[in-house]
Nanobody
Framework: QVQLVESGGGSVQAGGSLRLSCATS????????MGWYRQAPGKQRELVAR????????NYVDSVKGRFTISRDNAKRTGYLQMNSLKPEDTAVYYC???????????????WGQGTQVTVSS
């Protein structure tokens, strides 16, 4: 069974940076796409960034383009999300997940990690 452990969240002021990590087990990490998601209070979970199996192709939601960078280390079975120039609207619980491209895009997963809280103050 896949296990996902997100870490690296915290409280920062607007303009600050955080680096999130996603440690995985129970899945062939290198054979799957990876996505980072976030869910703010009262809102649906949204995909903010995704990367292909070797990290060659990445995609971002418009609101984070130029500020967030997704990456992965397949040897460590770990994914990362570097977040710069953070804004109060980035405040949310951040999650990662791995699977097929369709799963990542449609957020069609039955199992999630506990997430990591990111809070950005103005």
């Amino acid at each position: 069974q896949v296990q996902l452990v997100e870490s690296g969240g915290g409280s920062v002021q607007a303009g600050g940076s955080l680096r999130l990590s996603c440690a995985t087990s129970g899945i062939i990490f290198s054979g799957n796409y990876m996505g980072w998601y976030r869910q703010a209070p009262g809102k649906q979970r949204e995909l903010v960034a995704r990367t292909s199996m070797v990290g060659a192709n990445t995609n971002y939601v418009d609101s984070v383009k130029g500020r967030f960078t997704i990456s992965r280390d397949n040897a460590k079975r770990t994914g990362y999300l570097q977040m710069n120039s953070l804004k109060p609207e980035d405040t949310a619980v951040y999650y990662c997940n791995v699977g097929s491209l369709v799963q990542v895009i449609t957020t069609n997963f039955t199992s999630w990690g506990q997430g990591t809280q990111v809070t950005v103050s103005s």
